[in-house]
Structure formats: structure tokens, C-alpha cells
């Protein structure tokens, strides 16, 4: 079985990068059979995300793909650290950001982006505070409608960028393009603690912007299989979100970080490790 290996919300930082590199080695065998990892995102926080991604592709033997997350952004800002990973992505050996180029892994395309939470699905009419807004410099002091307006631009141009990429992976008619993000690309596919965000952390779990690429892009090329992968809310669900277009949200777990599932990229069928059909 020719396979892609996903892991999503690994939050490395609790870890120190010989346990990370002796957690790769491990992964690496979870399937010898696998052409790659895909990681999509809180991979760690920024000020160790090069280390730690050093040590993942040190220990694992295969190319590994990946997507930042929100926590990657912790201690640090967007420009900062997209622009710093930029760099090291370019002289990291068997690394490739997802953000800036699409692959082809075991034939299959791959095209992802982190995308970002946009505060358009459910409601904002809550105190919720998370993190992030205390965490990344890019909302620091701000107020909470500056927040919300943040985040949609942030995450339509995401959005707008993947969908540049995925059209051009679409062009050459493939059966299946495989899609990863950090946050979740419908309501549906973001579940935390095995039950559905409620409306008040929705905004905050999901991507209309990302959703309505993905929804465009399947009623556009019906005979193409899409497959989205996520995390961000830990969930480990599926759902059908239409005859071509698959959405699985990935099961994570701090300080225990295992894979999200196993991608069979020849029969296109996913073995989650834990999954709640939806």
C-alpha cells in the first residue's frame, strides 16, 4: 500500500527535541510503507518550531508536509514567522511548506494552507477570549471587533491563495487532490471533546472563507475526489460533505501525540485512529 502518514496538533513544545526526534523514528514505523508525513498544524510554538521540525525530518525518513497551525504563531507574529520559515524551509532538506507550493505524493496532488478561523460561522456575541489574541503579537491590545476584522482578511487571503493552487492542480484532471488545513473548512468537521463546536467557539474552530473554496472547487470539477484534512479542534470526524468531497478532522491529544490516520493513496480510503461520522 502506497501511503501518506497525517499527524495534526502534535504540540511538540512539551517535548524536548531528542524525545521529537525519538518520536519520529517511531512514527516512521507506525507504516514503512508511507511516501510522507503531512502534519497539519500546532506543530509547536514559534520560537522552537524550526528545532522541532529539524528533529521530525531528521528522524523521519521520508519527506514530510506540513501547514502551520495557530499555536506555531505563539510568541511571535504571522510576518515573523512565515517569513523566517520561508528561509528555512528552503535549506531544510525533505521539508516543504505547504503555504508557499503544492506537491505530488504518490501521484496524488496535495495543496493545503493553514487557513484561519473567521469568526463567520456561529456567533461572536460571547466573552470567549482565546490565547491567540494574547499570544500573537499580530492581536496584540487590539479590540474585539478589530480581532474579528483581523481574522477575515487573514483568512480570505489564505483562502484566495490556496484556490490559486488548487485550480492548477485541477487543471490536469487528476482522480483525487488531497486538501490540508489547520482549521476546520465547515461546521461539521469541527468537534472538540467528541461533540460539535457550539455556535460561541465556532467562530473560532472554522473557515467560511476556506469552506466555500473547497464547496466551489468540487462543483466545478465533479469528477474530481476531494479530500480534506484538518485539526485545530482535535476532533477525529468524518463527514460527506458532498458526493466528491470528504472532510476528516484529525484526533490530537497533548503530550500524546499519535497519528490522525493513514492515507491510502491508491484506493484513496482513510483509516482514521479515532472517528466520529457525521
Known sequence: MTSLLWVSDPHLNFINDQEILRWAVNLSRVDEEAEGLLITGDIS??????????????????????????????KGSWGGVDGALREFVK??????????????????????????????????????????????????????????????????????SMRDRLWKAAESSPEAILVASHVAPFPEVSFYHGEPSDRYYLPWYASAYLGSVLDEASDQFPDIKFKSFCGHSHGGVFSRHKPNLDCFSGQAQYYFPAPAGIIDLETLEVLMSTQVKV
Open 45 to 74: 510554538e514559534a520560537p522552537f518550531l524550526h528545532s522541532t521540525l529539524q528533529a521530525i525530518v531528521e528522524g523521519f525518513a521520508n519527506p514530510v508536509y506540513f501547514i502551520t497551525g495557530n499555536h506555531d504563531y505563539f
Open 91 to 160: 535549506e531544510t532538506k525533505n521539508l516543504f511548506w505547504l503555504e508557499d507550493s503544492s506537491a505530488l505524493v504518490g501521484g496524488v496532488p496535495l495543496v493545503g494552507t493553514s487557513g484561519w478561523y473567521d469568526a463567520i460561522y456561529g456567533s461572536t456575541d460571547s466573552s470567549i477570549a482565546l490565547a491567540d489574541f494574547r499570544l500573537i503579537q499580530d492581536f496584540s491590545y487590539l479590540p474585539k471587533d478589530l480581532i474579528i476584522d483581523t481574522c477575515k482578511t487573514r483568512a480570505k487571503k489564505l483562502a484566495m
